[in-house]
């Protein structure tokens, strides 16, 4: 697994690998530095310059954390059978992608991750990824005001998806305290078999 160790779309990956006790070997990359930016990355591992990838057992490569989600997913425990619901965990996993990381994560990064100079401009545009995180919070408050998981009352990839930036929200500056739902979704979450934290490789 091509992997960057504070990404939370990694994380997603590293989660579930280890949740269904499938041995990975990870290979680091330091994003800050753009070691996903050289040229025999770019044509080797992702065109895309982007971590993570999994590399399988035949040499294929496969990008984008909720494409691998869903391609370790399936069969197995965390993607349900039925057709809605297996549709309804994707559309958890394309709101995620969507309308919550690239608020919630993208702040994460800036304060905590990368710790970018916040100049004028980039407070502003802060505020704004604040706002839409916020807005992406309600939503998920909502649906578990009346839902223990996401999907059919079970734990999916549909969880572990919406978990990996959710539960680290704070790094961003987004106060959970208003979110009672959400956070008592985070500790089942992380009462799950074979849970491992964000910082565990």
Known sequence: MHDYLPSGNGYK???LLTQLGIPFERIEYDVTLGETRTPEFLQRVNPNGRVPVLE??????????????????????FFPEGR???ARVLQWMFFEQYSHEPNIAVARAWV???????TGERRLA?????????????????HLNGNDYFVGGRY??????????????????FDLAGYPAVRGWIERVANQPGYIPITQG
């Open 112 to 118: 905590h991750v990368f710790g970018l100079e916040m």
């Open 13 to 15: 990956v590293r989660l």
């Open 84 to 86: 809605l619901e297996r």
């Open 156 to 173: 999916s990839v549909a969880d572990i998806a919406l978990y990996a930036y959710t539960h680290v929200a704070h790094e961003g500056g």
């Open 56 to 77: 399988t057992d035949e040499g294929e490569f496969l990008a984008e954390s909720d494409a691998i989600l869903f391609y370790l997913a399936d069969g197995t425990r």
């Open 126 to 142: 802060l505020e704004a990824k604040r706002k839409l995180g916020h807005e992406a919070l309600g939503v998920m408050e909502g």
